[in-house]
């Protein structure tokens, strides 16, 4: 018996930290900033994907270096999601804030683009994107030098635009025409890629009759050290102490010298790392491919709306809450426990198998919502300037 | 500020957009011709080209399969067979004289995509037959588009069953030519509990009341089913009713598709489920499966179907050897690729047969033709029957250190099709004879 409920406690506390680690970021982004960003599955997928690309960059270094890729793994894939979303942050939602519902349409307009991305992105499209960037920013740049620049910018655009389109377009068609597949290969496709776990990380920790895998343990050290490590950066750094301050107050902070465009920049960055780091571990689990945020978004979103929008302990208990009902519920651990009531217990076993309980797990949120509107921990005073 | 939106910005906004369509295009392009057209495909279509195919003097088929999406890891590698088997009959000069000309469309892993493909294929390009679909969901999406417009597909995929469509020639395994036996095989072999797992669409769902039904009938037990949203990855409350339903080991069933399964086969393994006590029998993992999930985590599972790239025949060596000559030496073949190349080789023959090219006019005759048409296929001889199915050799696999498959049992000859499950209490007695013109409804009757 205890070895069983141990079993349970683990497994919905493991289901729990994946949902959390994914939604550590979200919480940060939707909670601290009012942006409700669709795209951050795609910034998961993004991390997953460069677990896979680092993968497969350690594997031809042998044998007791390539075990330990995941760490090179987890570090690459915060740096290239956090810069996607600065990228994102300095593009598109910085024109959008206190627009909610605008930054809603536009991030999940660069999710479509990002999933599109990773399906055909090649040789020739980077060749192009990097000539086009380097011609048109670069040209824009030089250009900013002359003194009447203001006044034509539109000509200046009107003209380099086109222009650098076109370079960038018959590079493009130059070079599949002269490498041909080499260049036009996709590097991923639209297929699925797969990421094997170190061996370190296959197999588990036997209790009894049950066995622990090593990966879920992975992944929940994993929670608890970015949780702890965002906990210490909002609380003890003064750059965390500045992104509390302008999430309180915006206008006053910027009275007050706080470089609030840095701040949300930052902050935007961070949350993105964070999802980096969510979809390198996601990719221990299953396979990675173009769909692999979708799976995670609307839970991630759950967990952020049960656990009260910008507290960062609400989305904690939030996640190991939802994580922990999930496995429960599909498990069919309700339906053991009632057993001695025929009824309740007929009603538990129909819930019972993976997709039911997710039935289920809804119901529960949108019930527990008409009670709690504001979530578990609600905001209280001022609350984000959106 | 009103004049900013003058005559200028206009003129400045109109041009970047301009200009940015003019990227996206080339980027899309650049897509169909690297997604779609894999190296294969990049040869049928410069070949057909040269062929008079492009003077109009060629046959349009359709083959449409999913090219992106969660189902693209399994049904991709179908369409490389299928167009290796149209390159090959277009090679030896063709059909009634004319060349194979095949339109590949992209399912996208999304039922209602499927029926908008079929639609097209059919109404736009007005191909003659279409090749394609994988799970049961597209087929069913695709099948009252087929029975509108009195059409024909080719389907190569084993399935559940419990359907006997017109327009319909199933080229996989029927259920009493792979579950069935399957269930019996590990019954006698491997132990009578049985934990049933599956995605949660018609096929697994039909499969599994077909294996619980069976079971009933020879003494086996069902200790518990379930089912994971097509595409989810979440399996540890699966894999924890398992351990408690089977403490001791037992035979776990598995109809999960697409990815779910590279999550089931890591963290059953990650859970210390080996193959000693817990045995898996898969009926969608196949040679191109193994190697994209990885075969650490699968060496020692089982699967079942018709044809491995392991079966020792002269067609078979053929078959591999074509194969891998087009796509390259570290591609593998199997069963669903198998039916795809069988599909073509069929139409061609009942077309021959029937000396005209088949739909809009003259799809019955073309569909009269295909009934008794036999070919040596890959797998061993198969025949086309009369309710759209096919007889072939069943076959049960164990995966080896090199991801292929160890025959493990064969059965003598070719097994007849019965589409319609006789364990099934609903469906128990029917048959399909689509030549019993005197039945009311030849799909489905009692004999």
């Given at each position: 018996m205890l070895p069983s409920i141990l079993d349970g406690i683990f497994n919905g506390l493991s289901i729990g930290s994946i949902l959390l680690l994914a939604a550590l970021g979200l919480a940060i982004v939707f909670g601290l900033m009012g942006v409700i960003n669709m795209a951050h599955g795609e910034l998961m997928m993004l991390g997953a994907y460069t677990t896979f690309v680092v993968q497969n960059v350690f594997r031809p270094l042998g044998e007791p270096f390539s075990q330990f890729y995941i760490f090179a793994a987890l570090i690459m894939a915060f740096i290239v999601a956090a810069l996607v979303g600065l990228i994102l942050e300095r593009g598109v939602i910085r024109h959008l804030y206190g627009r909610p519902l605008e930054t809603l349409l536009a991030t999940w307009g660069v999710s479509l683009i990002l999933q599109q991305f990773v399906r055909s992105v090649n040789w020739v499209m980077i060749a192009g994107l990097v000539v086009f960037c380097g011609l048109f920013f670069g040209g824009l740049a030089l250009l900013?030098?002359?003194?009447d620049f203001e006044g034509r910018r539109r000509w200046f655009i009107l003209v380099l635009l086109p222009l650098s389109v076109a370079i960038a377009f018959g590079i493009g068609s130059l070079l599949s025409n002269a490498y041909g597949l080499t260049v036009t290969q996709p590097w991923f496709g639209a297929q699925n890629v797969d990421v094997t776990a170190p061996r370190w990380l296959q197999g588990g920790l036997p209790i009894g009759n049950y066995q622990l895998p090593y990966t879920r343990m992975f992944i929940m050290l994993l929670t608890v050290l970015c949780v702890a490590g965002i906990y210490f950066f909002l609380n003890k750094t003064p750059w965390g102490l500045r992104i509390r301050s302008v999430t309180q107050n915006r206008s006053m902070s910027a009275c007050l010298g706080i470089p609030t465009q840095k701040v949300d920049a930052l902050t935007f960055a961070l949350g993105s790392g964070l999802a980096g780091i969510a979809g390198c571990a996601v990719s221990l689990l299953g396979s990675v491919g173009p769909n692999t945020g979708q799976n995670y978004i609307v839970n991630t979103f759950m967990v952020v709306v049960v656990g009260g929008v910008g507290k960062l302990v609400g989305t904690i208990i939030g996640a190991l809450v939802i994580g922990l009902i999930d496995y429960v519920i599909g498990a069919g651990i309700l339906a053991f426990a009632f057993s001695s009531i025929q009824p309740l217990a007929d009603f538990f076993t129909f819930f019972a198998t993976t997709s039911m309980a997710k039935v289920m797990v809804f119901f529960l949120i949108v019930l527990f919502l008409q009670f709690r509107p504001a979530g578990l921990f609600p905001q209280k005073g001022r609350t984000v300037d959106a | 500020m009103a004049r900013q939106f003058g005559r200028r910005r206009f003129l400045m906004y109109g041009s970047a957009a301009l200009g940015t369509s003019v990227l996206l295009k080339a980027c899309a392009n650049g897509e169909t011709t690297s997604t779609s057209e894999s190296p294969a495909a990049t040869d049928a279509g410069t070949q057909v080209a040269a062929s008079p195919a492009a003077s109009g003097d060629a046959i349009k088929v359709g083959v449409l399969h999913?090219?992106?999406?969660?189902m693209a890891i399994s049904e991709k590698s179908v369409v490389d067979s299928t167009l290796l088997a149209i390159e090959e009959i277009n090679n030896a000069g063709g059909v009634l004289g004319k060349q194979i000309q095949p339109i590949v469309e992209d399912g996208a892993s999304d039922w209602p995509t499927f029926a908008e493909k079929a639609r097209k294929l059919i109404e736009?390009?007005?191909?003659v037959v279409v090749f394609g679909c994988w799970t049961s969901a597209s087929r069913k999406a695709v099948l009252p588009v087929f029975e509108e417009k009195n059409h024909m597909l080719f389907y190569p995929v084993q399935y559940e069953g419990q359907e006997c469509s017109k327009n319909i020639f199933y080229t996989g395994a029927a259920p009493n030519q792979q579950i069935e036996p399957s269930v019996d095989w590990l019954l006698e072999n491997k132990g009578t509990d049985f934990y049933l797992v599956g995605s949660d669409y018609v096929f697994p769902r039909t499969a599994n009341t077909i294996i619980k039904a069976q079971l009933e009938a020879k003494n086996g037990t069902t200790v518990g089913e379930d089912y994971l949203p097509?595409?989810?990855?979440?399996v540890a409350p699966i894999i924890a009713k398992i351990r408690s339903a089977l403490p001791n080991g037992g035979v776990i069933y598995n109809t999960l598709n697409g990815d779910s399964n590279v999550a089931f086969f890591k963290q059953l393994k990650g859970a210390g489920l080996g193959p000693d006590r817990y045995p898996v029998m898969s009926v969608s993992i196949a040679e191109e499966e193994v190697k994209a999930i990885g075969t650490d985590f699968l060496e020692g599972q089982y699967a079942a179907w018709?044809?491995?790239?392991?079966?020792?025949s002269p067609a078979n060596t053929k078959f591999v050897d074509a194969f891998r000559a087009k796509y390259g030496n570290e591609r593998v073949t199997n069963d669903p690729m198998e039916a795809g190349y069988i599909s073509v080789n069929i139409w061609k023959q009942a077309v021959e047969q029937a000396g005209s090219e088949g739909t809009p006019t003259d799809l019955e005759a073309v569909r009269q033709a295909a009934y008794g048409q036999t070919f040596e296929a890959p797998g061993g001889t198969v025949t086309m029957n009369t309710n759209h199915h096919l007889s072939k050799t069943v076959r049960i696999g164990e995966v080896r250190d090199d991801g292929l498959f160890e025959i493990v049992y064969a059965t003598d000859g070719p097994v007849d099709p019965v589409p319609w499950n006789q364990f099934v209490a609903e469906t128990q007695g029917f048959t399909c004879d689509?030549?019993?013109?005197?039945?009311?409804n030849p799909g489905k009757f009692k004999a």
């Open positions: 900013r030098r002359r003194a | 999913s090219l992106s999406g969660t736009e390009d007005q191909v097509l595409g989810n990855t979440e018709n044809y491995f790239m392991t079966v020792d689509w030549t019993k013109t005197d039945e009311a």
